[in-house]
């Protein structure tokens, strides 16, 4: 049984098809990766697996269990985390206040401490930066808090949308490499990216996603070897 599972899920906004029969498969321990130009419905993907989008028809189901209809909160505390997209900290508070809201659906508050240290011991930068304020920080450093904020709820499958999306090259390393430690300590991870050839480098599978719906899915490797998607979307002539 896959630890995640879409099945053909029709999304729309108001008439708009923006998900077209969309399956796709986690399993557990796996990166899988979606890739495909902007508009192509990757970020809708996200959210409708999060549950901040509701289908008008499909399924979506986490180690069997039914999640399509229940509410975004619901989809979090069964072990659903999303780092949305351009990182949505909350800038007024610290570094470890927006780690403490990760945190809302774990009454434990030892195991809380316990994340909190894991964090730190992944981004060292956080901790240095732990009193400051989120709305300070670099791009770089707020797309680690996001991540960190994500850690806090004990995920079982971690979404992650455009994690590298405006940051410099160096950073976007730093951010890939964070996402390979990830993976090391069983982090089951879907990832949504607009850097095919680093997305490609660090899944085990992908899916392509064009005009709301899957034209080809594959292992990471062969994806890359393939013609259309090294023309479309590793920029290769």
Do not use: W
Not at 2 to 16: D, F, S
Not at 42 to 70: A, N, Q, V, Y
Not at 153 to 178: C, Q, R, Y
């Amino acid at each position: 049984m896959p630890m995640l599972e879409v099945e053909n899920i029709n999304t729309y906004y108001g008439q708009i098809h923006a998900l077209r029969d969309v399956s796709i498969t986690v399993d557990q321990g796996e990166i899988v990766t979606i890739i495909g130009a902007n508009g192509a419905g990757k970020s809708t993907m996200l959210k409708t697996t999060s549950g901040l989008l509701k289908p008008r028809s499909g399924c979506i189901r986490l180690e069997g269990e039914d999640l399509t209809m229940l509410r975004p909160h619901q989809v979090v505390t069964r072990g659903v985390i999303q780092v949305p997209e351009g990182r949505r900290i909350f800038g007024q508070l610290t570094v470890t206040e927006n780690l403490d809201m990760g945190a809302f659906t774990c009454p434990d508050k030892q195991k809380n401490r316990d994340n909190i240290e894991r964090v730190f011991q992944m981004f060292p930068r956080l901790k240095e930066r732990s009193k400051q304020v989120a709305g300070t920080l670099s791009g770089g450093e707020q797309q680690m808090l996001a991540m960190g904020r994500a850690l806090m709820s004990n995920p079982k499958v971690l979404l992650l949308d455009e994690p590298s999306m405006g940051l410099a090259p160096v950073l976007v390393d730093g951010i890939f490499d964070t996402i390979r430690k990830l993976h090391a300590a069983g982090t089951t991870i879907l990832l949504v990216e607009q850097n095919a050839r680093m997305a490609l480098q660090v899944a085990s599978r992908g899916y392509v996603l064009q005009s709301g719906a899957i034209i080809f899915s594959d292992s990471a490797a062969s994806l890359a070897d393939n013609e259309m998607v090294r023309k479309a979307y590793l920029g290769e002539h």
